[in-house]
């Protein structure tokens, strides 16, 4: 498997299709070509060990690697020591550039793309309604079917987790911090789930500096992300390990990580943080 320990950082993680990928090198008319090659003609950019882990990795036509024109490997490191070690020639988009400008290209689309993706979490009106609604949720997380209104409110959160009234209730420790983020709409002080911002400067977003009060950092709690997991699926699973989300989402006819944002929103704010960071790529204003 890779040794992620000899892993440079500027190397991107694609974790979108790849053929919306190619979609935004046509937008920026970069010139690409998908090729069939032959792993030893390649030359990785991190550090690798040979492992029966790997076996498990599928070389899937629909996940090709990522190569610079130097034949130099920047993303699909994994695929790349296993049809080194079967002798298989696998499928690669070659970048017409050096391996240094594709990488920071493809780090910048993959930012885009986790930024839109949050903002379409934004637009997500539906999910105000869930919050009045009673759903009773057995040890099994099996969800009622006869979903019934109850005389009291009750949050989103409430419905999910009975929590102890000294839980989080507040947190004597602050986290003040100030950060840089960058967005692309206005601010949406109407938002449920607060505003997204990229840690990283695009073209044409513009620039926020943001004062939190009391900041959770990810980074500090020890969680890395990774290919295929958006960091809000990655909280969720620590904060809500016994809730199926994809089973609520089924309910309410909405897609769970909807579900999961609000859920997280709730908890925060409940925990007495006014913004999340995740890693080194979001940045989630609560206030």
Not at 69 to 86: C, F, K, M, S, T
Not at 121 to 127: A, N, R
Not at 134 to 146: G, L, R, V
Not at 200 to 215: A, M, R, S, V
């Amino acid at each position: 498997m890779i040794d992620m320990r000899y892993k440079p950082s500027f190397l991107p993680q694609i974790s979108m299709p790849y053929d919306l990928v190619l979609d935004k090198l046509d937008d920026d008319d970069i010139k690409y070509e998908l090729i069939e090659i032959d792993p030893n003609d390649l030359n990785p950019l991190q550090g690798i060990t040979f492992s029966d882990e790997i076996s498990n990795i599928n070389l899937d036509d629909s996940k090709p690697i990522w190569i610079s024109d130097e034949l130099n490997v920047i993303d699909g490191h994994h695929r790349y020591v296993l049809a080194l070690q079967n002798n298989l020639k696998l499928k690669a988009v070659k970048i017409y550039m050096n391996h240094k400008d594709s990488c920071r290209l493809l780090n910048k689309i993959q930012d885009i793309y986790e930024y839109e993706k949050a903002q379409n979490l934004e637009e997500f009106e539906g999910i105000n309604e869930i919050g009045a609604q009673q759903n009773n949720i057995n040890t099994e997380n099996e969800i009622d079917s006869d979903l019934s209104r109850s005389d009291k409110t009750h949050t989103f959160l409430s419905m999910l987790e009975e929590e102890n009234s000294e839980e989080e209730s507040e947190n004597e420790i602050k986290n003040s911090k100030n950060l840089v983020g960058y967005r692309k709409d206005p601010i949406n002080e109407n938002s449920v789930i607060g505003n997204f911002f990229l840690v990283k400067p695009i073209q044409g977003f513009d620039k926020y500096e943001i004062d939190f009060e009391n900041l959770l950092d990810t980074n500090e709690l020890g969680l890395t992300y990774k290919k295929d997991h958006e960091p809000v699926d990655i909280l969720a699973k620590i904060w809500f390990p016994n809730i199926n989300f994809e089973k609520l989402g089924e309910s309410y006819d909405t897609e769970p990580i909807n579900l999961k944002n609000k859920a997280i929103t709730e908890k925060a704010i409940n925990m007495g943080y006014d913004g999340i960071k995740y890693g080194d790529t979001l940045i989630q204003g609560l206030k």
